[in-house]
Every structure is written in C-alpha cells, then in structure tokens.
C-alpha cells in the first residue's frame, strides 16, 4: 500500500530545531495539496502547515514565522523546518498528501520539546 512516511521527529530543548521530512513509500502519482498536521494528546488534530503544487503555502497562526514548509515536485516529497521550538508545539506530527481522488496520510512522527 503507497503511503507517506514521515522522519527527522525527536526530543529537543525549547528554542530549538527540527526538520521533518515526507516521502512516499510507493509512487502517488497527480499530488496536488502536501500538508503537514499534528495532534497533541487530548486534542484534535489540526493544520499545521501547508502547500500547494505551484508552491503557495499557508500555516497555522501559532507558527507563523517559526516553521517553514518546502516540497520536491519531482521527488514527491515535503519537509517542515520548525524552528524557536516551545513545549506547546509537543506532537505527533502527521504528513498528508492529496491527489484529485484520494488523501495519503502517514503514521506520524513524534516531536518532544521539553527542557
């Protein structure tokens, strides 16, 4: 089954950075959309970043200006640099990819900003 796999999460010190990165296991062929979510215990998942196939992006208020999100059309891939990590950005980070018909989620990968 094609799905995207996410990497690059772990533990860091607030103030500090990460840089997570998605990759299809198998080809997905037509990706529009590529997004990055995350869900922190007790809440529901939300919009972290995204970003369209002609590269126009968009983020949540609570990043802005801390993470930025780039893709490779012809690798299919996406990443989110976060940086000036807080406690409050602790989540299991979600990467999703959207062709005309379908979404590909991946499983997640854990970030941990704790001193």
């Known amino acids: 089954q094609v799905q995207p796999v996410e990497s690059g999460g772990g533990l860091v010190q607030p103030g500090g950075s990460l840089r997570l990165s998605c990759a299809a296991s198998g080809r997905i062929f037509s990706i529009k959309d590529m997004g990055w979510y995350r869900q922190a215990p007790g809440k529901q998942r939300e919009l972290v970043a995204h970003i369209t196939s002609g590269g126009n992006t968009n983020y949540a208020d609570s990043v802005k200006g801390r993470f930025t999100i780039s893709r490779d059309n012809a690798k299919n891939t996406v990443h989110l640099q976060m940086n000036s990590l807080k406690p409050e950005d602790t989540a299991v980070y979600y990467c999703?990819?959207?062709?005309?018909?379908?979404?590909?989620w991946g499983q997640g990968t854990q970030v941990t900003v704790s001193s």
């Open positions: 999703k990819m959207a062709t005309l018909y379908l979404d590909y």
